[in-house]
């Protein structure tokens, strides 16, 4: 799986702690070689995040992106359940 990231996402991880960094970073790491592992919790989204997809990366973090083909994912945002679902 290739995995590219959007500027705002690039933007949205320098904020995060590096607790969040290590585990996203992880996740990610996890991701590329097996993305439907049951530790991502990976699930299409529904309303205003329709298309896209996200994965859990430890406790309420969540990382959401988009697919783009069968082997391609575009991040797009990254934060706590409740920054995401404003």
């Given at each position: 799986m290739t995995i590219k990231f959007n500027k705002a996402f690039r933007k949205q991880i320098k904020n995060l702690r590096p607790a969040q960094k290590a585990r996203l970073q992880r996740a990610l790491v996890?991701?590329?070689s097996e993305p439907d592992?049951?530790?991502l919790y990976n699930h299409?989204?529904?309303g205003q995040w329709q298309n896209h997809r996200s994965i859990a990366f430890g406790g309420d973090w969540r990382a959401h992106y988009l697919p783009k083909g069968k082997d391609e994912a575009l991040f797009v945002a990254v934060g706590t359940h409740s920054q995401l679902y404003k």
């Amino acid at each position: 799986m290739t995995i590219k990231f959007n500027k705002a996402f690039r933007k949205q991880i320098k904020n995060l702690r590096p607790a969040q960094k290590a585990r996203l970073q992880r996740a990610l790491v996890i991701f590329q070689s097996e993305p439907d592992h049951p530790e991502l919790y990976n699930h299409a989204l529904k309303g205003q995040w329709q298309n896209h997809r996200s994965i859990a990366f430890g406790g309420d973090w969540r990382a959401h992106y988009l697919p783009k083909g069968k082997d391609e994912a575009l991040f797009v945002a990254v934060g706590t359940h409740s920054q995401l679902y404003k």
